[in-house]
Antibody, heavy 118, light 113 residues
Framework: EVQLVESGGGLVQPGGSLRLSCAGSGLSFRDHWMHWVRQAPGKGLVWVSYINSDGTTTRYADSVKGRFTVSIDNAKNTLYLQMNSLRAEDTAVYYC???????????WGQGTVVTVSS | DIVMTQSPDSLAVSLGERATINCKSSQSVLYSSNNKNYLAWYQQKPGQPPKLLIYWASTRESGVSDRLSGSGSGTDFTLTISSLQAEDVALYYCQQYYSTPRTFGQGTKVEIK
C-alpha cells in the first residue's frame, strides 16, 4: 500500500522546536518533489515548503523562512521538517505530500498536529 | 505570489443536481511552452487529508468519479459535479502549481440542500 505517515507533532511552548518526520512506504521519493502543507484549525490549506528528490533545491513560504528547514533521507525514504522559534500562528495540522516533479500533490499523509501554546 | 480566489465560499445543492465551483487566479497559470494549465482541484472531508481530483485543469485522477470534471484555461477555472451525491459533501480547493509559493484557494464547502 502506498502511504506517507507523519510523526513528531505535539504541544510545544512559543519559541520552542519540533522535528516532523514523514515516512514513505510502497513508494519512492526519487524523481519526486516532497512538500509540507499546513492547515490551521478551521482554516484552509497553506503550502509551507518543498524539497527536490536529491535535496539540492529547497523553498519556503515567507512565513517560515529562516525558522523551518526541510531535509530528505532517501535511504530511509523519510522527509523531515525542523521547526525552530515556533509561534502560536504555527499551530496547525502538518501534511507531507508527494508531487511528480513540479506537478500536483498526488499523495498525502494523514497529518500530524502541532500546537504552540504556553 | 499568485492569489487563488474561489467562488462561492459555500453552496447547497439538491441530490442529483449540478454543483459548480469557480476558481480565478491573479495571473495566468497556462505555461505556453507545453500549453498546460498548472491547476489542480482537491477534495477534503472532515478529519481527512486532501485528495487530488483533477490536474492540468481537466485531467481526472485515476479512480475519481466521472461525475467530476474540470475546465477552464489561463486564469478562470471551474469544477463541476454533474449529479451531486451524498459522498460529494466536502470542502473543495483549487491550487496552482505554476510557481512557488504553491497557493490554494480559500476553499468551497459543498452541502446537500
Amino acid at each position: 500500500e502506498v502511504q506517507l505517515v507523519e510523526s513528531g507533532g505535539g504541544l510545544v511552548q512559543p519559541g520552542g522546536s519540533l522535528r516532523l518526520s514523514c515516512a514513505g512506504s510502497g513508494l519512492s521519493f526519487r524523481d519526486h518533489w516532497m512538500h509540507w502543507v499546513r492547515q490551521a484549525p478551521g482554516k484552509g490549506l497553506v503550502w509551507v515548503s518543498y524539497i527536490n528528490s536529491d535535496g539540492t533545491t529547497t523553498r519556503y513560504a515567507d512565513s517560515v523562512k529562516g525558522r523551518f528547514t526541510v531535509s530528505i533521507d532517501n535511504a530511509k525514504n523519510t522527509l523531515y521538517l525542523q521547526m525552530n522559534s515556533l509561534r502560536a500562528e504555527d499551530t496547525a495540522v502538518y501534511y507531507c505530500s508527494r508531487a511528480a516533479d513540479s506537478g500536483p500533490f498526488a499523495v498525502w499523509g494523514q497529518g500530524t498536529v502541532v500546537t504552540v501554546s504556553s | 505570489d499568485i492569489v487563488m480566489t474561489q467562488s462561492p465560499d459555500s453552496l447547497a445543492v439538491s441530490l442529483g443536481e449540478r454543483a459548480t465551483i469557480n476558481c480565478k487566479s491573479s495571473q495566468s497559470v497556462l505555461y505556453s511552452s507545453n500549453n498546460k494549465n498548472y491547476l489542480a482541484w482537491y477534495q477534503q472531508k472532515p478529519g481527512q487529508p486532501p485528495k487530488l481530483l483533477i490536474y492540468w485543469a481537466s485531467t481526472r485522477e485515476s479512480g475519481v468519479s466521472d461525475r467530476l470534471s474540470g475546465s477552464g484555461s489561463g486564469t478562470d477555472f471551474t469544477l463541476t459535479i454533474s449529479s451531486l451525491q451524498a459522498e460529494d459533501v466536502a470542502l473543495y480547493y483549487c491550487q496552482q502549481y505554476y510557481s512557488t509559493p504553491r497557493t490554494f484557494g480559500q476553499g468551497t464547502k459543498v452541502e446537500i440542500k
